[in-house]
Structure formats: structure tokens, C-alpha cells
């Protein structure tokens, strides 16, 4: 007898506390963020892609992660089975600047918000997302002109410039291209004498490179590259044909990667204009405030910095990526 009442107590309390699991549950649900990544083309993305992780777990906030391997449709098809999962925030760093438009208004049709990061898109309707944070990459293009400006003043002589392209049709592509012409075309010495993707990877930065050199050996006084990976891969190509990186040929890139200031510190690689991949911790804060209801700026800027060689053993210990 004893023993069925206290049964009963038991699974009476076990109901309660069952009817009362839904609140509860409601309270300490976890925000579901889905991001969906370019790939992992160069050492600038790897360490994003680790920010980014690393940002996720410490806020608390579950992460959706899908790779695209560089591929736009594969970015298209996760984001859509983001939406298929009924996430609660949607972001991503899209590969090419045009052809998101449709998804984007699936997206706001199934009232989920979207967050760009690093790279932006080529929207008409900018409603279509939140907010985008990332560096302004005119302005890296434009450091970029500027530094090998003043690096060549008092030289006689024309500037012949062969430059690596980013990912075709990418917003680091187009603007790092636009800013350096910006700049240098103020003087008619400088002048861009070959202009071709390497796909932001050492390997095609290197293949290029080769080719260039093939093309127009001793005629290249500089190297503008639009990632530090790219110069890298590029470096291992004049130094095959016989030239000295950082000497035989000035080399400007941008990202401000380890690998860039170990070649730095080679004398190998002149500058490098810094464009940071550690965006975790501020996505990870647009999501919370975003779902906390705060408006969010339709822009955010990152702030960077420029690195000669000469500052590389300085600054070396101090790089986090
Ligand atoms: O979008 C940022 C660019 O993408 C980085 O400069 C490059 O290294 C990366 O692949």
C-alpha cells in the first residue's frame, strides 16, 4: 500500500515536471545560427572559418556550418537548407557579388534574417539582408597603390605591374582591382602590363605568375597580388626562374596572413595591407542583438593597418592569423 503511494507521488511529480519542460526548454533555447563559408582557398579563410567556430561556441549560439568549395551553387543550396531547417539567423560570405538575389528573398519570406560577412552582394533591394561587416576592400586596394606610390618616387623609368586577380566576380576581386588603379593612375609610369585570376590560391597565383614571367621575364618591375597566398605561390615562381622576390621584383599584397610576414622577414615580400579574417566575436554579437530585437548598422567597417617589411620581426608576435 505504502509502496503504491509513493509510486503514485512519484509519477505525479514526473508529470509536472514534464508540463512545466516546454517553458523551461523555451527559456534556455540555444539561437541556431547557419553560415555558409566559401571554402577554404587560402590561409586568410582558414583562419575565418576558425574565428568564426571558435566566436560561436564561446557566445553560446549553435552553428549550422556548410562549405561551398568555392562554388556559388553550393552556397545557394545551404543557404536554402538553412531555411528548409528554420534557423534563426542566416550568414554568409559570398563568394561572387551577383546571383543571390532569389535566395535572398526566400529568405525574407521565411522572415529569416540575413548577415553578410567579409564580402558583400550586388543587390538592388539592399532589404534583402541586415547588415554587412567586413573590410573595405577599395580602401585596401587604394593602401595597396598608395604604399608602391611612395616606394618609387625619385625611381626613373616606367612601372610595369603584373597583378593577380581574386576569385572572378568576387567583391575582393573588383574593389582591391579599382582602388589600386585609383591610385596609381595619376601617374602614367605606372602601368598594368598583365592582369589575371589566381583564384586567391597559391597554386594558380604560382601558375600565373609563371606564366607572366614567361611572357615578360625582366620586364616586371612589381607584383600586385590580391592575397597574401597568391604572392606566396608567386614567389616560389621568380625564384624558379632564376629572380629574387622583394628585390628583382617588388611584391604588394594584401591580408596580412603569418605566411606573408615570414616572407616578409625573408626580404622576399615588400608589404602587405591587412584585411582581417577574425570577424567570429562581432557576428556572433549582431546575431545575439539581432534576436534581443536591436537595429543593427547597415554597414560595418573593419579597422586595419598596412605592414612593410621593415615592421615584420616587430609585428610577427603579435599576429594572431
Ligand atoms: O574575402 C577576403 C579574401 O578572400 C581574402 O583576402 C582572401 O585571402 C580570401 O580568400
Redesign the pocket.
Known sequence: MKFQRRTLLASAAALAFAAALPMSAMAQKKIVLGFSQIGA??E??TANTESIKSASKEAGIELKFADAQQKQENQIKAIRSFIAQKVDVIAF?PVVETGFEQVLREAKAAKIPVILT??AVNVKDDSLYVTFMGSDFIEEGKRAGNWLVEKMKGTPGDVNIVELQ?TVGSA?AIDRKKGFEEVIKADPRFKIIRSQTGD?TRAKGKEVMEAFLKAEGKKINVLYAH?D?MAIGAIQAIEEAGMKPGKDIIIVS??AVKGAFEAMMAGKLNVTVE?SPLLGPQLMQAVKDLKAGKALPKRIVTQESIFPMEVAAAEFPKRKY
Open positions: 582557398e587560402s586568410w579563410r560570405s567579409d564580402r581574386g575582393p586567391f592575397n597566398d594584401i591580408d584585411c
